[in-house]
Structures are given as C-alpha cells and as structure tokens.
C-alpha cells in the first residue's frame, strides 16, 4: 500500500472545502427565483433547494476555479445544473418505474412529467437571471440545449433497446451519460474564461468522468442492485455484452438465456458466468481507463483548487474498487 501524502491530502480537503462553502449560495440562488405562484412546484424543488446539496454541484463550480475564474461566478450554472438533474431523475424514474419512491408514484404519471418539463424551462430561468455578459450568457446557454438535445437522442436510443453490440452500448452512453457531465464541467468553464482550450479540457474531463460514472452504475444495476436489477428490467449493460464478446466455455449458455429472454429469471446464473470470466475486473479496468483520461485532460488548466476538486471528485467514486473486486473473488 502506497503511503498517504498527508501535506497534498490536506490541500485538496481544504480546496474541496473552497468550493463546497458555495453549495449554500447555490441554493439560495435557486429558492430565490423558485416559482412562488406554484406551492407544488416548489414542494419538487425544496430537494435541491432546502436540503444540503451533494457533489453534483461542485462540477460547475470547480470547473470554473480550474480554468482560473471565481467559481462564485458559476452559482448560477450549478443552480440549473441541479434542477436540469432533478428533472432528468423524475423522467429516468417515471420511464423505468424502478423506484416505488418516485414522484411518478406519488403525484401520477401525468403530473410527474409535467413537472419534469417544468424543470427544464426553470434551468433556463435561472441562467436568464444571471448577470454575465451577453455573449456569456448565450455561450452557456447554448451549452444546455446542445448537450440536452444529445442526452435525449441517448435516452431515446436506450428506450428504443438497440444496444447490441459493444459499439452500440458506447454510443448510447455517450449522448446519454458524458453529454450531461461534460455540459456540467463545460458551463462551469465558460463562467470563468473564453479561452477555447481550456474550456475543451473541462468539457473532456467531464465527458469521461460520465462514462467513469455510467460504468459503475451498470457494476451496480447487475451485481448489487438497490432494487430492480438491470436484467430484470430487461438491459443489455457492457457486462453482458462483454460476456457474449469474449470466448469463454459458457458463452453459448450466457447467449441462449439473453436472446430467449431468460437471463432476469437465471440472474444468479449470468452472474456466476460472469464472475467466471472476470467481468467485475472488465468493468473496474475500463472505469481507471476514463478516471486516467478525464485527470489528463485537466493538464492545461491553471487553477489549483478547481483541478484539485475535480480530480478527487473522480477519485473518490473509486474509493471502494478494492471491497467490489473482493467480494467478486468470495461469490
């Protein structure tokens, strides 16, 4: 075990606390512009608006400090950031209908989409009310509704259930994953300087930052699922693909149960083929390949404290690898 650098520890814990002293000004930002003639409306927004907010938020704010800006200048693009999310997460749960919690079980199908819809014209409400420059502000709004647009061409693509092949599988969550990151880590940096390349260099940080993070999330919806696993709702995640690409003994096995829709009922079987052909490592390997580029891309960026957040931002969802690879090896 390699030996903590307890001087660099301390830096990055006091930069991660630079920028986490902003989280209240974000919510503020948003509670000040909620839409008081809507109680209900503000009832869905009290999530991200009176409640302490989780790391999604220092994206914004941290890109903009690693660029050289003031990420208090950013408040307002981490604000729609986390109402754009919030609004994706009530659409992700009403299609999947894979959380008994969600807002589409609660309130209805209908009024759950509404609000979801709601959201997204809230998002843009808020970078309006931004004071940038003009030419900021349209260089970030831009932002939003192209990266919005491809994130849903991803989603439609993932609904339409054609990943069927690995080359699939990466062009899907790449619109529907990397795009919502790199629209994170892009807005933050247009908040703090023009300059192209640096701007460049968050947006590819956050682009495989998103794949880093969809990987984990398909290790998760297979082998520990918080509710329904991915297979029985019918996905076809890089596991699974990865198991019918490779040559192994029960390859025909693993083939015959996807492809006659028999893989939810035999879950405990694909996972044990699986782990025969270490698809937990296939998954962790991939994921350090992302977290390896995304820190690279941050090498032209001059702000110490923005760099220093984001990368423990990354590092820190891989914080557990050597529990899941563990557990892998007693199954």
Not at 83 to 100: A, E, F, H, M
Not at 233 to 238: A, E, H, R, S
């Given at each position: 075990?390699?030996?903590?650098?307890?001087?660099?520890?301390?830096?990055?814990?006091?930069?991660?606390?630079?920028?986490?002293?902003?989280?209240?000004?974000?919510?503020?930002?948003?509670?000040?512009?909620?839409?008081?003639?809507?109680?209900?409306?503000?009832?869905?927004?009290?999530?991200?608006?009176?409640?302490?907010?989780?790391?999604?938020?220092?994206?914004?704010?941290?890109?903009?400090?690693?660029?050289?800006?003031?990420?208090?200048?950013?408040?307002?693009?981490?604000?729609?950031?986390?109402?754009?999310?919030?609004?994706?997460?009530?659409?992700?749960?009403?299609?999947?209908?894979?959380?008994?919690?969600?807002?589409?079980a609660r309130v209805g199908?209908?009024?759950?989409?509404?609000?979801?819809?709601?959201?997204?014209?809230?998002?843009?409400?808020?970078?309006?009310?931004?004071?940038?420059?003009?030419?900021?502000?349209?260089?970030?709004?831009?932002?939003?509704?192209?990266?919005?647009?491809?994130?849903?061409?991803?989603?439609?693509?993932?609904?339409?259930?054609?990943?069927?092949?690995?080359?699939?599988?990466?062009?899907?969550?790449?619109?529907?994953?990397?795009?919502?990151?790199?629209?994170?880590?892009?807005?933050?940096?247009?908040?703090?300087?023009?300059?192209?390349?640096?701007?460049?260099?968050?947006?590819?940080?956050?682009?495989?930052?998103?794949?880093?993070?969809?990987?984990?999330?398909?290790?998760?919806?297979?082998?520990?699922?918080?509710?329904?696993s991915d297979l029985e709702?019918?996905?076809?995640?890089?596991?699974?693909?990865?198991?019918?690409?490779?040559?192994?003994?029960?390859?025909?096995?693993?083939?015959?149960?996807?492809?006659?829709?028999?893989?939810?009922?035999?879950?405990?079987?694909?996972?044990?083929?699986?782990?025969?052909?270490?698809?937990?490592?296939?998954?962790?390997?991939?994921?350090?390949?992302?977290?390896?580029?995304?820190?690279?891309?941050?090498?032209?960026?001059?702000?110490?404290?923005?760099?220093?957040?984001?990368?423990?931002?990354?590092?820190?969802?891989f914080a557990h690898v050597?529990?899941?690879?563990?557990?892998?090896?007693?199954?």
């Amino acid at each position: 075990m390699e030996k903590t650098n307890l001087p660099q520890a301390k830096d990055t814990l006091a930069h991660l606390e630079e920028i986490q002293a902003l989280l209240p000004d974000v919510r503020q930002y948003i509670r000040r512009h909620e839409p008081g003639y809507w109680p209900e409306m503000v009832s869905v927004l009290s999530v991200v608006a009176d409640e302490p907010l989780g790391p999604l938020a220092n994206l914004p704010l941290a890109s903009c400090a690693a660029v050289g800006g003031d990420p208090e200048e950013a408040i307002p693009a981490a604000a729609a950031w986390e109402v754009l999310n919030l609004g994706v997460r009530i659409l992700d749960d009403l299609q999947d209908r894979d959380t008994p919690d969600g807002l589409w079980a609660r309130v209805g199908v209908p009024r759950a989409f509404n609000f979801s819809a709601a959201l997204y014209a809230f998002c843009n409400e808020l970078l309006v009310r931004a004071s940038w420059t003009n030419e900021r502000y349209r260089a970030i709004s831009r932002t939003f509704t192209l990266e919005v647009m491809r994130l849903a061409a991803g989603q439609d693509r993932d609904l339409r259930a054609e990943t069927r092949t690995i080359d699939d599988y990466w062009e899907t969550i790449t619109d529907k994953n990397a795009s919502a990151f790199a629209l994170a880590c892009t807005a933050g940096a247009q908040c703090g300087t023009d300059v192209r390349a640096l701007v460049d260099a968050c947006r590819t940080f956050g682009h495989h930052l998103g794949l880093a993070l969809q990987l984990f999330d398909d290790f998760e919806g297979l082998w520990e699922p918080p509710g329904r696993s991915d297979l029985e709702m019918g996905k076809t995640t890089l596991p699974i693909l990865y198991g019918l690409g490779v040559e192994h003994r029960r390859r025909g096995e693993l083939e015959k149960l996807v492809c006659e829709g028999e893989a939810a009922a035999n879950e405990n079987v694909v996972r044990a083929i699986l782990d025969g052909i270490h698809a937990r490592e296939f998954m962790i390997w991939t994921a350090l390949m992302e977290r390896e580029q995304a820190v690279g891309a941050l090498a032209p960026c001059p702000g110490k404290v923005g760099v220093s957040a984001l990368t423990a931002y990354i590092t820190a969802i891989f914080a557990h690898v050597e529990d899941i690879l563990e557990d892998g090896g007693s199954s």
